[in-house]
C-alpha cells in the first residue's frame, strides 16, 4: 500500500534522471599531448591506408563477394580463417596484458570510441569556445550567433561522420570506384545502407552519446576488475596527502591550516570526460585518460607543491607497500602473445600460397571400364594465392599404377583465381579392393617449393 503523499516528502528523488550533459575542460600537459598524438596517428591511419596501393590495387581491402582479404602483399581465403583466429586471440591476450600492467590504457588512448569523441570535441571546441562559453551558450536563448556556431558544429559533425561512413565502406569495397559512383549517383543500395549507417553511429557515439557508451554499453567497464590487482598501475588521488582539503591563498602554510594539498579547485572533474571525481577512489567510469593527472599537476605547479597528488600508481604503493611489476600473471600473458606472436609470423611467411580442394563425385562409386580398369571422378579446385598467375601440374598417387585423365599439360590460374577441373582417376582392378588412400598434388611449375598434398579416397569393388 502507497505511503500517504504527506509522509513521503517533497525531497523524495525521481527513480529515472537524464543525465547531465558534461562539458570537458580543456588542458595541456604530458598526458594530455599523448592523448592528442594518440588521436591524431590512428585517426590517420584510418582515413589514409585504403588510398594506399600495391602492385595496381588497394593495399588493405577487405573484398566479401569475391571472399578475399588483401593486406599488402598477402591474400587471404575463407580457408585462411585460423589465422583470423589467432589475430582475435592475440588482441585478447593483449587486451589482458596491458590492462593487468597498465589498467585501461586502452581505453583512454586507443579506442574508437575515445578517439572518435576526441575529434569531435576538438570541432565542438572550435565552433562553441571554452568550456565556460560552451556552458554559456546552452544557457543563452537562440540568437543570431548562437545559430551559427550551432549550426557550424553540425555541418563539421555530419560532414566527418559522413567522411567516416565513406571511409569504412572503402576497406570492403575499392574506395576509389566507390567515390566515382557516389559522383555519379551510381551507389548500390547495401553500400549506400552501411555507409550512412556507420556514420550515423559515429555522429550518434561520438557526437551525443559520448561517455554514455563507456559507461553504460561497453562491457569491458564491468569486467575490468577481474584483470585488476594490487600492483595494477591505476590512476589514483592521494588521499594521504591531499585531506582535508580546502581553499587557501598561494602563500599559506597548509600545515598551519590544518589542510591537505587539495585545494578543491574541481578542476580534475572539470577535466574528466566522464564527469567522475577521481577524490573518491577508482570507479569503473574511469577511462584512464589521466587528463586528471594534467590538471592536478598544473595546480600544484602553481601552488608550489610536489606533483603527483593525483598519479599513476599501484594500490600497493598508496599502501606503502613494494609494487611487483614483474609478477606471475604477467610472464603467462607475455610468453602467450611471445609464442602466439611467433607462430603467426612463422606460418605467414612458410605460408604455401596454393591451396588444393578434392570433391570426390558421389553420384556413382565407381566406373568399371574394358581393360579391368576401375575409373573415380572428382572435380579438383586449385586456388592460387598468389598476385601473378601460374601454371601447375596435377598427379595422384596411392596405387600401384593409378594415373590421372582430364589434365593435359599444364593447369594456368589467374593471380588470386580459382580453377575448378572435372578429373578421373584410373587404376587396375587387381591394384585396388575396396576402399584406398590416394593423394592429388598440385605443383607450381615455377616453383616446386609452391605445392600442395590433398588426401581422398578410390573406391573399387569389393574381392569375391
Known amino acids: 500500500m502507497a505511503a500517504p503523499a504527506e509522509k513521503r516528502g517533497p525531497e523524495a528523488a525521481p527513480m529515472y534522471e537524464s543525465a547531465e550533459k558534461i562539458y570537458p575542460r580543456e588542458i595541456g600537459g604530458r598526458f594530455a599531448n599523448l592523448s592528442r598524438l594518440a588521436t591524431t596517428v590512428l585517426l590517420g591511419l584510418y582515413y589514409v591506408v585504403p588510398w594506399l596501393t600495391w602492385d595496381d590495387r588497394q593495399a588493405i581491402l577487405f573484398d566479401l563477394p569475391a571472399r578475399k582479404f588483401y593486406l599488402l602483399g ?44 576526441e575529434a569531435f570535441i576538438w570541432m565542438e571546441q572550435w565552433t562553441e569556445g571554452t568550456r565556460s562559453q560552451r556552458m554559456k551558450l546552452d544557457k543563452a536563448p537562440w540568437s543570431l550567433d548562437k545559430l551559427r556556431r550551432k549550426a557550424s558544429k553540425q555541418l563539421l559533425w555530419v560532414t566527418f561522420s559522413l567522411w567516416t561512413g565513406f571511409t569504412f565502406v572503402g576497406y570492403f569495397t575499392p574506395i576509389r570506384q566507390f567515390g566515382l559512383d557516389i559522383l555519379a549517383a551510381n551507389v548500390g543500395g547495401w553500400t549506400l545502407f552501411w555507409s550512412l549507417f556507420y556514420s550515423f553511429a559515429t555522429y550518434g557515439n561520438a557526437g551525443y552519446m559520448r561517455e554514455q557508451v563507456c559507461k553504460y554499453m561497453c562491457p569491458y567497464a564491468r569486467f575490468q576488475s577481474a584483470m585488476f590487482d594490487k600492483d595494477t598501475l591505476i590512476i589514483s588521488y592521494d588521499a594521504k596527502r591531499g585531506e582535508p582539503r580546502g581553499g587557501r591563498k598561494r602563500s599559506a602554510d597548509p600545515k598551519a591550516l590544518g589542510l591537505g594539498d587539495c ?14 571525481d577521481i577524490r573518491k577512489g577508482l570507479q569503473y567510469e574511469c577511462i584512464a585518460c589521466a587528463a586528471c593527472i594534467d590538471a592536478c599537476d598544473s595546480v600544484m605547479d602553481r601552488m608550489n607543491y610536489p606533483r603527483g597528488l593525483v598519479r599513476y600508481t599501484t594500490e600497493h604503493a598508496m599502501s606503502g607497500e613494494s609494487t611487483h611489476v614483474l609478477r606471475p600473471r604477467i610472464f603467462v600473458y607475455a610468453t ?5 606472436i611467433g607462430a603467426l609470423i612463422t606460418s605467414m611467411a612458410t605460408r604455401t600460397p596454393v591451396i588444393l580442394d578434392v570433391i570426390r563425385d558421389r553420384n556413382a562409386l565407381y566406373r568399371e571400364l574394358p581393360g579391368g580398369l576401375i575409373e573415380n571422378a572428382y572435380t579438383l579446385k586449385i586456388i592460387n594465392q598468389s598476385d601473378h598467375p601460374r601454371d601447375f601440374t596435377l598427379s595422384v598417387a596411392g596405387i600401384p599404377g593409378i594415373v590421372l585423365d582430364g589434365v593435359e599439360g599444364k593447369v594456368t590460374v589467374a593471380g588470386g583465381g580459382v580453377r575448378a577441373l572435372p578429373v578421373r582417376a584410373r587404376a587396375k582392378r587387381d591394384a585396388v579392393q575396396g576402399v584406398a588412400a590416394i593423394t592429388f598434388t598440385a605443383v607450381a611449375t615455377d616453383d616446386e617449393r609452391v605445392a600442395r598434398t590433398e588426401d581422398s579416397r578410390f573406391v573399387g569393388p569389393m574381392s569375391r
Open 74 to 117: 598477402l591474400i587471404l581465403w575463407p580457408q585462411d580463417f585460423p589465422y583470423l583466429a589467432m589475430l582475435l586471440i592475440l588482441a585478447a591476450l593483449s587486451l589482458f596484458f596491458f590492462t593487468a600492467l597498465g589498467g585501461r590504457l586502452w581505453c583512454g588512448f586507443a579506442c574508437p570510441q575515445t578517439v572518435w569523441t
Open 263 to 276: 585545494i578543491d579547485c574541481t578542476l580534475c572533474v572539470q577535466v574528466c570526460p566522464t564527469g567522475i
Open 336 to 340: 602467450l602473445l611471445t609464442i602466439l
